[in-house]
């Protein structure tokens, strides 16, 4: 190849980058300390009934008396790892019966909803900026008769389980029971949901996407999911579980066709599709019939909600748990209620709900090409539509088609799963597994990088600075960028990952901490019948039917016919994508992102089989523990500081800016904008809070009663922030066809940061109120 000379233009732009990076490190530097501030406010809102007259309630502000100080000193995040608690006492559990202990339970861990990155398309400025939906963790605990064993089953509505996550929450696990719930038989599991926020990672490479480390959502996370478990822990009781399957149909395509096949047409020819279709559902039941949760494992992107969004929310799998749980907790508020519902993550990674598929958004036609770009524009341009008007209604019709195939597969379900539980667990270093392809030739896994691919993003959510998928050679500009600013990639790296032109060669990169993981957890926890896979990542849709055929192929050779296997993805460390070998050779965004090399399934096949023979041979003891992951101690500091809170002159917080009209119809938008403050400082608040409420007025009971909070669909809370501390926050309440008629009012519930003279920060509670408006049939 010939010698490339660079324009001025390429020349300015090293230049320009070389002196950014300088800046950046410098920062890097002078932020490598301990992560940041705990806020922890109490005085937070219950919002019970009150009683008012809506001809005698206004337009009101209220501000709590109460403060909370917050430290203005940088607090250690080694104070995540708590003091040792009292060891909970095991309940006493009735043993005479046929079935499982089954717990449920479902907590709060929706973390900031402002000045905090958004986890999942890694776009620099889509920031949060208010709420559509709560997140939540759900957590399943099923026991044996006797106790004698048991497994947990938490899936979250996050972006995907960060080891540093689930390290903390396994800590404080074992502070609280010991060593009923331990690294092998509890599961975390991310939903992947792009609308949750980031900030809770310690590996450089999500750190930077995160831009910092956010203490207040790591520590709400963990609180929640460990919440979550609390309550199931508390509620179990003696119940058996059914399993069902059936296909979903007109919710997925496959976003990377042309790397499905390159897959052997022998094996594709045992398919129909090149997405799963199959949901696999577990129901659970008391012992008199009576309902308690469902898991449903199912594989499909929650990127309906695409990077132009910045309200947090659950996307269309939460959107499918949202509507179960409704229907099940009659009368009950988004959130609250018995009955539990996790649409849980499976081999999603080439997988798009965004069924209308790829065009080019500047003329409209097909982009569905290999290197997914336009003849004008290029990939930037090459984005896919979901079926609905805009992304919240695809959201809705995908989440709703969901829900209806698993309530109907849940309805239907009569096939019981018994049989002992168990659960076996190792940490590997994937950067040094040995794969034995056959009887005699072997390869191994690589330290982990990134292709150019992966800086292309995919059809659901294009990079910004216009890479192409597919592409199997480097480009000498942004390799001189990288060498420049990095170091080179070594030759090993380079032929261990071969045809992957490397564009970060992370696994060589050391600072501040390490880039990316190199100990993995495994893991397969088994209730009867079924084994449940832990993944790591993101398998591709044939990597996930060659692991479950493996596995399911090693319990039979041992004895156990019949399993069915389920693949639950982004559980207990997030290591980006797994494709198999053969679409590993065409280098699109999955195989670009697969970083330990073109042998990580076949790696994870051979480890996945050595858990399911260890259970199948009840030699799980005999299993070596592996390397434990580190836990860093000093993270970067988000970039986003905090600042205190004002309110316009003549003005405070909660005051009515902009009031609602005086009537509404059904299928109309209640607006309501009142003078705000940072949405962060309400983090730290209990769990199963609000930032708003629409309330009926009762005039039976002369009280005012919730019909709505900021975990209801048809609401929008939007944080818009000023100049200089002030900012404003819109309550919207797209009302519904089922509203009743009557009079309603709209309620605020924030904090604002107050700070005086070399005194510490305080965090003050305050609520502000509508005047009446009624709400009128069409």
């Given at each position: 190849?010939?010698?490339?000379?660079?324009?001025?233009?390429?020349?300015?732009?090293?230049?320009?980058?070389?002196?950014?990076?300088?800046?950046?490190?410098?920062?890097?530097?002078?932020?490598?300390?301990?992560?940041?501030?705990?806020?922890?406010?109490?005085?937070?809102?219950?919002?019970?009934?009150?009683?008012?007259?809506?001809?005698?309630?206004?337009?009101?502000?209220?501000?709590?008396?109460?403060?909370?100080?917050?430290?203005?000193?940088?607090?250690?995040?080694?104070?995540?790892?708590?003091?040792?608690?009292?060891?909970?006492?095991?309940?006493?559990?009735?043993?005479?019966?046929?079935?499982?202990?089954?717990?449920?339970?479902?907590?709060?861990?929706?973390?900031?909803?402002?000045?905090?990155?958004?986890?999942?398309?890694?776009?620099?400025?889509?920031?949060?900026?208010?709420?559509?939906?709560?997140?939540?963790?759900?957590?399943?605990?099923?026991?044996?008769?006797?106790?004698?064993?048991?497994?947990?089953?938490?899936?979250?509505?996050?972006?995907?389980?960060?080891?540093?996550?689930?390290?903390?929450?396994?800590?404080?696990?074992?502070?609280?029971?010991?060593?009923?719930?331990?690294?092998?038989?509890?599961?975390?599991?991310?939903?992947?949901?792009?609308?949750?926020?980031?900030?809770?990672?310690?590996?450089?490479?999500?750190?930077?996407?995160?831009?910092?480390?956010?203490?207040?959502?790591?520590?709400?996370?963990?609180?929640?999911?460990?919440?979550?478990?609390?309550?199931?822990?508390?509620?179990?009781?003696?119940g058996k579980l059914f399993i069902n399957k059936g296909n979903v149909d007109g919710v997925q395509i496959n976003r990377s066709p042309y790397s499905y096949l390159q897959n052997p047409q022998s094996e594709r020819a045992r398919y129909s599709s090149n997405t799963d279709k199959e949901m696999v559902v577990l129901k659970m039941v008391d012992l008199n019939g009576d309902d308690l949760g469902l898991?449903?494992?199912?594989?499909?992107?929650?990127?309906?909600?695409?990077?132009?969004?910045?309200?947090?929310?659950?996307?269309?799998?939460?959107?499918?748990?949202?509507?179960?749980?409704?229907?099940?907790?009659?009368?009950?508020?988004?959130?609250?209620?018995?009955?539990?519902?996790?649409?849980?993550?499976?081999?999603?990674?080439?997988?798009?709900?965004?069924?209308?598929?790829?065009?080019?958004?500047?003329?409209?036609?097909?982009?569905?090409?290999?290197?997914?770009?336009?003849?004008?524009?290029?990939?930037?341009?090459?984005?896919?539509?979901?079926?609905?008007?805009?992304?919240?209604?695809?959201?809705?019709?995908?989440?709703?088609?969901?829900?209806?195939?698993?309530?109907?597969?849940?309805?239907?379900?009569?096939?019981?799963?018994?049989?002992?539980?168990?659960?076996?667990?190792?940490?590997?270093?994937?950067?040094?597994?040995?794969?034995?392809?056959?009887?005699?030739?072997?390869?191994?896994?690589?330290?982990?990088?990134?292709?150019?691919?992966?800086?292309?993003?995919?059809?659901?959510?294009?990079?910004?600075?216009?890479?192409?998928?597919?592409?199997?050679?480097?480009?000498?500009?942004?390799?001189?960028?990288?060498?420049?600013?990095?170091?080179?990639?070594?030759?090993?790296?380079?032929?261990?990952?071969?045809?992957?032109?490397?564009?970060?060669?992370?696994?060589?990169?050391?600072?501040?901490?390490?880039?990316?993981?190199?100990?993995?957890?495994?893991?397969?926890?088994?209730?009867?019948?079924?084994?449940?896979?832990?993944?790591?990542?993101?398998?591709?849709?044939?990597?996930?039917?060659?692991l479950r055929e493996a596995v399911q192929a090693e319990f039979a050779s041992h004895g156990m016919q019949n399993m069915t296997v389920v693949i639950s993805g982004l559980c207990n460390v997030y290591t980006h994508y797994i494709a198999t070998y053969e679409e590993y050779q065409a280098q699109r965004y999955e195989a670009a992102s697969t970083i330990y090399g073109p042998h990580t399934l076949s790696?994870?096949?051979?480890?996945?089989?050595?858990?399911?023979?260890?259970?199948?041979?009840?030699?799980?003891?005999?299993?070596?523990?592996?390397?434990?992951?580190?836990?860093?101690?000093?993270?970067?500091?988000?970039?986003?500081?905090?600042?205190?809170?004002?309110?316009?002159?003549?003005?405070?917080?909660?005051?009515?800016?902009?009031?609602?009209?005086?009537?509404?119809?059904?299928?109309?938008?209640?607006?309501?904008?009142?003078?705000?403050?940072?949405?962060?400082?309400?983090?730290?608040?209990?769990?199963?809070?609000?930032?708003?409420?629409?309330?009926?007025?009762?005039?039976?009971?002369?009280?005012?009663?919730?019909?709505?909070?900021?975990?209801?669909?048809?609401?929008?809370?939007?944080?818009?922030?000023?100049?200089?501390?002030?900012?404003?926050?819109?309550?919207?309440?797209?009302?519904?066809?089922?509203?009743?008629?009557?009079?309603?009012?709209?309620?605020?519930?924030?904090?604002?940061?107050?700070?005086?003279?070399?005194?510490?920060?305080?965090?003050?509670?305050?609520?502000?109120?509508?005047?009446?408006?009624?709400?009128?049939?069409?």
């Amino acid at each position: 190849m010939a010698k490339r000379t660079f324009s001025n233009l390429e020349t300015f732009l090293i230049f320009l980058l070389v002196m950014m990076t300088a800046i950046t490190v410098a920062l890097l530097s002078l932020l490598f300390i301990t992560s940041g501030t705990i806020e922890n406010h109490k005085g937070s809102h219950f919002f019970s009934t009150t009683e008012s007259s809506p001809v005698t309630q206004g337009s009101t502000a209220t501000q709590s008396s109460t403060a909370t100080q917050s430290s203005a000193a940088t607090q250690s995040s080694t104070a995540t790892q708590t003091s040792p608690e009292t060891s909970t006492p095991e309940p006493p559990l009735f043993q005479n019966f046929s079935g499982y202990h089954i717990g449920v339970g479902r907590a709060d861990c929706t973390g900031q909803v402002a000045d905090i990155n958004m986890m999942g398309y890694s776009k620099s400025g889509q920031n949060a900026r208010g709420i559509l939906t709560r997140l939540y963790s759900r957590a399943f605990i099923m026991a044996e008769p006797d106790g004698s064993n048991r497994t947990v089953f938490v899936s979250i509505d996050i972006g995907m389980v960060s080891q540093r996550l689930r390290l903390e929450v396994l800590n404080r696990l074992q502070n609280k029971y010991g060593s009923l719930y331990r690294r092998d038989n509890v599961i975390l599991s991310g939903t992947h949901t792009h609308s949750g926020p980031a900030g809770y990672f310690q590996y450089t490479v999500f750190v930077i996407a995160s831009e910092g480390f956010s203490n207040q959502t790591f520590q709400h996370m963990v609180t929640g999911i460990l919440k979550s478990i609390d309550i199931a822990h508390a509620n179990m009781k003696p119940g058996k579980l059914f399993i069902n399957k059936g296909n979903v149909d007109g919710v997925q395509i496959n976003r990377s066709p042309y790397s499905y096949l390159q897959n052997p047409q022998s094996e594709r020819a045992r398919y129909s599709s090149n997405t799963d279709k199959e949901m696999v559902v577990l129901k659970m039941v008391d012992l008199n019939g009576d309902d308690l949760g469902l898991i449903s494992w199912f594989a499909i992107h929650p990127v309906s909600m695409n990077n132009s969004n910045h309200l947090v929310n659950s996307d269309n799998v939460g959107y499918a748990s949202y509507l179960f749980e409704q229907e099940k907790n009659k009368g009950y508020l988004p959130g609250q209620g018995p009955f539990v519902a996790a649409f849980a993550s499976s081999n999603l990674g080439d997988v798009s709900p965004n069924i209308l598929g790829p065009h080019c958004i500047n003329t409209g036609e097909s982009c569905d090409n290999p290197n997914s770009t336009c003849p004008i524009g290029g990939p930037s341009m090459c984005i896919a539509k979901g079926p609905g008007q805009d992304m919240l209604d695809s959201t809705q019709i995908i989440g709703r088609t969901m829900y209806q195939r698993a309530k109907e597969l849940y309805a239907s379900a009569s096939q019981e799963v018994t049989g002992p539980l168990a659960s076996a667990h190792q940490w590997v270093n994937m950067t040094d597994v040995i794969v034995w392809l056959n009887s005699t030739h072997a390869a191994k896994t690589c330290k982990p990088a990134l292709g150019y691919g992966f800086a292309a993003g995919t059809i659901d959510g294009v990079g910004s600075l216009n890479f192409t998928q597919g592409k199997t050679e480097g480009d000498p500009f942004w390799d001189t960028i990288r060498d420049q600013i990095l170091g080179k990639p070594s030759e090993e790296i380079k032929e261990c990952h071969k045809p992957k032109p490397i564009l970060l060669h992370t696994g060589e990169l050391s600072k501040p901490h390490p880039w990316h993981p190199d100990i993995v957890d495994v893991q397969i926890i088994n209730l009867g019948s079924l084994a449940i896979t832990a993944i790591p990542g993101e398998f591709t849709t044939m990597s996930g039917r060659r692991l479950r055929e493996a596995v399911q192929a090693e319990f039979a050779s041992h004895g156990m016919q019949n399993m069915t296997v389920v693949i639950s993805g982004l559980c207990n460390v997030y290591t980006h994508y797994i494709a198999t070998y053969e679409e590993y050779q065409a280098q699109r965004y999955e195989a670009a992102s697969t970083i330990y090399g073109p042998h990580t399934l076949s790696a994870y096949i051979q480890l996945f089989r050595n858990l399911a023979k260890a259970i199948a041979t009840d030699t799980v003891a005999d299993l070596s523990r592996g390397p434990e992951p580190p836990f860093f101690k000093q993270l970067i500091l988000p970039l986003i500081p905090n600042i205190v809170d004002r309110a316009p002159i003549g003005r405070t917080f909660g005051d009515v800016l902009q009031p609602a009209k005086r009537k509404y119809r059904v299928g109309e938008v209640a607006e309501v904008i009142f003078v705000g403050a940072n949405p962060k400082n309400s983090v730290q608040n209990e769990t199963h809070q609000t930032f708003l409420t629409v309330e009926k007025y009762e005039a039976t009971s002369t009280s005012w009663q919730i019909v709505c909070n900021d975990a209801s669909w048809e609401t929008r809370f939007y944080w818009h922030k000023g100049l200089l501390g002030l900012s404003n926050a819109t309550v919207e309440w797209h009302i519904p066809d089922t509203a009743q008629p009557g009079i309603y009012r709209i309620k605020y519930f924030g904090h604002n940061r107050k700070q005086d003279i070399l005194k510490p920060a305080v965090i003050l509670s305050f609520e502000g109120t509508s005047s009446a408006f009624e709400v009128v049939t069409t």
